[in-house]
């Protein structure tokens, strides 16, 4: 491609460098005639400069485009790392659930078979003692539920702030690649107008 470039540049300078003088009158004359002598010359020049840009962008473009690909990937990846993470604290915070009333049932049962193995003596002492580990069961019980809904409401705050931090990486739209890649072309324009200017 670049010998094609090189080739196109040698053959439009000697082509330039080939036309024929004419005097300064005749060359008015002519022109007002024709229009614009040179408009091939310029259309050649446009196309050079069009070849140029094409591939300036062909050779920055794909890597700005593999690189966004990469971090949405990643994205994509921890967020379905975190999706795994809270099923598996879910799971885990219904499995104490169950084990929690599994316990509550197991102290009801002993506490009947305390009851019907003691004396009428001893069954109003007993049913005292019962009823403070029932409060005493029912306070803890409140105070491990309270502690697992914190636990639950915290992790599935710190879920939600992860998830919406993802979708608003996610959300980077064709309309805005599409005014990074014009701002890109705006400043290569930029750039070549400015050594055109130089030279």
Not at 139 to 149: H, K, S, T
Request: a positive charge; glycine letters at 6%.
């Amino acid at each position: 491609m670049r010998r094609a470039t090189l080739a196109i540049t040698l053959a439009l300078a000697f082509a330039s460098y080939a036309l024929p003088q004419e005097p300064a009158q005749s060359h008015e004359a002519k022109q007002e005639e024709q229009g614009d002598p040179w408009i091939w010359w310029k259309w050649a020049n446009f196309g050079i400069l069009a070849v140029g840009l094409g591939l300036m962008i062909g050779k920055v473009a794909p890597g700005l485009f593999k690189e966004r690909s990469r971090s949405i990937g990643q994205a994509m990846f921890e967020a379905a790392a975190a999706v795994r993470d809270a099923q598996t604290r879910a799971t885990e915070i219904e499995a104490r659930f169950a084990a929690l009333e599994n316990d509550i049932a197991e102290i009801r049962r002993n506490a009947k078979a305390e009851m019907s193995a003691e004396s009428e003596r001893i069954s109003r002492e007993t049913e005292l003692r019962l009823k403070k580990i029932q409060d005493q069961s029912m306070q803890e019980i409140a105070l491990i539920a309270r502690a697992g809904r914190d636990d639950l409401r915290k992790y599935s705050a710190r879920l939600a702030l992860d998830l919406a931090a993802q979708r608003l990486r996610s959300r980077l739209t064709q309309d805005t690649q599409d005014g990074l890649v014009d701002g890109f072309l705006q400043d290569l324009r930029y750039q070549v107008t400015q050594n055109a200017a130089r030279q």
